[in-house]
């Protein structure tokens, strides 16, 4: 079974610009996570018959969003954090929005696993939603996931906008401290995994240099690959055993970001 993640940064653009459809060809998914799909469904034209498809977007037109497409039929779709989740990390609209109200964050669940795909927020060039990140977000996310866990192991993939560590982004000393390399949200990402969840790709590939996800647009940062690695497949102690072949896929565009993906053998 392949599983893959994108964050297609508007799914109207990557279709248009014939990427999307290239993608499935090539790739042809049994399971797809989205994430910045800056679309409702009713603004996407999209026919793909052999995926059953789920869309949650945000309030605000135009703006974050997430999506799965899966062949399997999943037993149940679960958007956004559950209430208990809310109130207990106190999860309520800042400057930017509210964030539990962005379509940040879908869970399906399948027979022997759940997938949770989730477009976590940028913390911003000023760190103006750093503390949203590392007081709540990070934290809301992992006990969301441990509570799925009490059923089933968890898959968890997105766009979880931080380096965890400077083999994951080629100029690591620079970024000390930026959005994305802060040491909180380092911080928030490692807590993953000391709950027990596996960064599969380091797993299989712990010092794998220039493997990266994600490239500014600007000074020709992809050509050169000047990148970060902030797009990834964590996967529950309980199911890591069978999560092989962790790849990351420069060669597809039409985003800032590119696919990654995993595949489950169950």
């Known amino acids: 079974m392949k599983l893959f993640s994108w964050n297609v940064n508007g799914i109207r653009a990557v279709i248009n610009k014939g990427e999307f459809a290239q993608f499935i060809n090539k790739y042809n998914p049994d399971i797809l996570c989205l994430q910045e799909t800056k679309a409702a469904r009713d603004q996407v034209e999209i026919d793909l018959p052999d995926y059953h498809e789920h869309f949650y977007s945000a309030a605000k037109k135009g703006y974050s969003g997430t999506a799965i497409f899966s062949k399997i039929p999943p037993l149940n779709w679960h958007d956004g954090f559950p209430q208990n989740i809310i ?12 964030p539990a109200d962005e379509g940040r964050i879908i869970a399906a669940e399948f027979d022997s696993f759940w997938v949770v795909t989730c477009y976590t927020p940028n913390s911003k060039g000023d760190l103006s939603r750093l503390g949203l990140r590392h007081e709540k977000w990070d934290k809301a996310v ?63 590939f712990p010092e794998k240099t220039g ?56």
């Open 87 to 98: 109130e207990r990390f106190n999860l309520i609209g800042d400057k930017y929005g509210d």
């Open 142 to 204: 992992l006990a969301y996931l441990q509570e799925l866990e009490l059923s089933k192991p968890v898959l968890y993939c997105g766009d979880m906008n931080v380096a965890h560590k400077e083999i994951d982004l080629a100029n690591p000393k620079p970024n000390v401290g930026k959005h994305g390399f802060t040491d909180e949200e380092r911080e928030g990402f490692q807590n993953y995994l000391d709950a027990g969840f596996i960064d599969t790709f380091r797993a299989v």
């Open 211 to 266: 493997a990266y996800t994600w490239w500014t647009h600007w000074a020709n940062a992809r050509a050169r690959n000047v990148g970060w690695r902030i797009d990834y497949w964590l996967a529950s102690r309980e199911i890591a055993n069978h999560v092989t072949n962790p790849q990351i896929h420069p060669e597809q565009m039409g985003s800032d970001h590119c696919p990654v993906s995993i595949e489950v053998d169950l």
